[in-house]
C-alpha cells in the first residue's frame, strides 16, 4: 500500500477532499512534470478572509510538489465583478479602493508562498498590466471574437441570472478570465487554472479560448469544493460576519476562537483542508484524537493561529483565554497582560467607559459599582454583593463597602477588570 506521505498533488488533493471537478489527462500531467498553475484572487474585500485560504493551500500544497505556483491578482477583473455565485449585480468598488485592497492583499499572500527563492518560486501577476492598454476595439476584436454568446450562456454563472438579470459588464467577466488563462499560457507556460467549483464554467472558457487561439495545445483544470460547515453554512462566516485574516478586522483572539468554536463533525475535514502538517501526521492525530475533538481543535487552532498571524499573537490568545476562562486566574496574570490583551478581553466580555477624573479624590466602591457603571441595580445590591465575597477587582477580593478606589489600582493606566460572582466579568475603561 502507498504511503500516504508518498502521494503525488492530484492524489493529495483527493485524500484531503480537495479534489472536485477536473479536465481529461490532468493527473498524468502532474504525474509527468513540473507544471505552472495559477488561481486568481479578485481584491474586492478590504482583506483575504479564510474563505480565500482554501485555494491559498491549493497553492501551497501545489508548491510543495515541486510545482510553480501562480497568484494573479485581479486588478482588472475586480473592476467588473464575478457573478459567480451571486443573484443580484454587484456594487462596483471604486479604482482608488481596489487598488488599495489589492495592495494589501498582495502582502498578506506573501505571508503563505514562497516568492523569493528556488525553481519553483511562485509568481504574482496583476492581470490590469494585460488590459490597462488594450482599447475596446482591439479587445472585441482579438478577445471576443474567439468565444460564442451560445458558449457564453451555457454558463451556469448565466444561466441562474437571466431572469433576474445580468448587466453587460458581469457577462463580459468569463471572457476577462478565459483571457487571463490564454495570456499566462502564452507568456508564463501555464499550463493549468485551479480554483473552486463555482469557477468551473469561467475557468473551462479558458481552456476553450486557449483551443481556440492556440492550435493543438491544450490546457487543463481542476477545482475544488466548496467548503461549508456540517449545518450547510458557508465556511468562513461566524455570527459576526467573515473571519478576515487582518487582525485588525478579526483579532487574533476572535480567529483562535473560531476554530475553538467550530462543529466537532467539521473538525477532520477542516484539518485536512487547511494543516500543513505531513499527511501522515495529520492521520495520526485523527486517530489519536478521533473521540477528544477539544484537542483536536486546540492543534488545529493553534497551528492556525501561528500561520495566518504569529507564534506571539496565538501566546497572548492564550493568555487572554486564562483570564477570560480559568476560574483559578491570578492577580499576577492579570497585571502581566498588554494592553492589547486587555483591549482584546474589552471587546470580548461587557465593557464601561467611566471618566477617568472621577478617581482623582478617591472613587467609593459603591459608587463605581452602582453609579459609574450599571454592574449591580443599587448601591443596596452593590452592598450584598460585597458581603457575600461576590466582588472581585483586578482578581482581587473586596469585601470592605468603605474600600475607595484611585488610579493606582488601573492597569495599564486605564482599565480595571470587575467581577461579580463566578461568571459575570465586565472590563471598565478610564477614559
Not at 454563472?157 to 487571463?180: C, H, P, W
Not at 452593590?382 to 473586596?398: C, E, P, T
Request: aromatic letters at 10%; proline letters at 3%; glycine letters at 6%.
Amino acid at each position: 500500500m502507498q504511503k500516504i506521505s508518498a502521494m503525488n498533488f492530484i492524489e493529495e488533493l483527493r485524500w484531503r477532499g480537495m479534489l472536485n471537478d477536473f479536465t481529461p489527462g490532468v493527473e498524468e500531467l502532474f504525474a509527468s512534470q513540473k507544471i505552472r498553475a495559477y488561481i486568481g484572487f479578485d481584491p474586492t474585500a478590504p482583506s483575504l478572509t479564510i474563505g480565500n485560504l482554501v485555494q491559498i493551500m491549493i497553492l501551497s500544497i501545489l508548491q510543495k510538489h515541486g510545482h510553480t505556483p501562480i497568484v494573479l491578482m485581479g486588478g482588472a477583473t475586480g473592476r467588473i465583478g464575478d457573478p459567480s455565485g451571486k443573484d443580484a449585480e454587484r456594487q462596483l468598488k471604486t479604482y482608488e479602493e481596489l487598488d488599495r485592497n489589492l495592495a494589501f492583499q498582495t502582502l498578506q499572500m506573501k505571508k503563505f508562498l514562497n516568492f523569493e527563492d528556488g525553481d519553483n518560486k511562485a509568481i504574482l501577476v496583476n492581470n490590469l498590466d494585460f488590459y490597462k492598454d488594450m482599447n475596446v476595439l482591439d479587445f472585441l476584436r482579438d478577445v471576443g471574437k474567439n468565444i460564442t454568446i451560445n458558449y457564453m450562456l451555457s454558463k451556469d454563472s448565466v444561466k441562474n441570472r437571466l431572469e433576474t438579470g445580468m448587466s453587460y459588464t458581469e457577462f463580459s467577466y468569463q471572457i476577462l478570465q478565459a483571457y487571463d488563462f490564454l495570456h499566462l499560457f502564452r507568456n508564463l507556460d501555464c499550463k493549468v487554472q485551479l480554483g473552486g467549483s463555482d469557477q468551473w464554467g469561467n475557468i473551462t472558457a479558458g481552456t476553450e479560448f486557449i483551443r481556440r487561439n492556440v492550435p493543438g495545445a491544450q490546457a487543463f483544470a481542476a477545482t475544488t469544493p466548496l467548503l461549508t460547515k456540517s449545518d450547510g453554512k458557508k465556511f468562513g462566516k461566524s455570527e459576526a460576519g467573515n473571519i478576515w485574516m487582518d487582525p485588525e478586522m478579526t483579532s487574533p483572539y476572535q480567529f483562535y476562537q473560531f476554530w475553538i468554536n467550530s462543529d466537532d463533525a467539521d473538525v477532520p475535514k477542516f484539518m485536512k483542508f487547511f494543516s500543513l502538517k505531513s499527511l501522515d501526521e495529520i492521520q495520526s492525530i485523527h486517530d489519536q484524537y478521533a473521540e477528544d475533538k477539544q484537542t483536536y481543535k486546540r492543534i488545529l487552532a493553534e497551528e492556525m493561529t501561528i500561520r495566518v498571524h504569529s507564534r506571539s499573537d496565538y501566546e497572548s490568545v492564550l493568555n487572554v483565554s486564562e483570564i477570560l476562562f480559568n476560574k483559578n486566574a491570578t492577580a499576577e496574570q492579570l497585571n502581566q497582560l498588554t494592553l492589547a490583551e486587555l483591549n482584546t478581553i474589552a471587546q470580548e466580555i461587557p465593557a464601561f467607559k467611566v471618566e477617568k477624573d472621577s478617581l482623582a479624590g478617591g472613587l467609593n466602591i459603591l459608587d463605581l459599582l452602582a453609579e459609574k457603571t450599571s454592574i449591580v441595580q443599587s448601591k443596596s445590591d452593590a452592598r450584598r454583593a460585597l458581603s457575600g465575597n461576590a466582588i472581585s477587582l483586578n482578581k482581587i477580593k473586596i469585601t470592605d463597602a468603605q474600600t475607595v478606589l484611585d488610579s493606582n489600582m488601573l492597569l495599564k493606566g486605564c482599565y480595571m477588570m470587575v467581577e461579580n460572582g463566578k461568571k459575570n466579568k465586565y472590563m471598565l475603561e478610564f477614559v
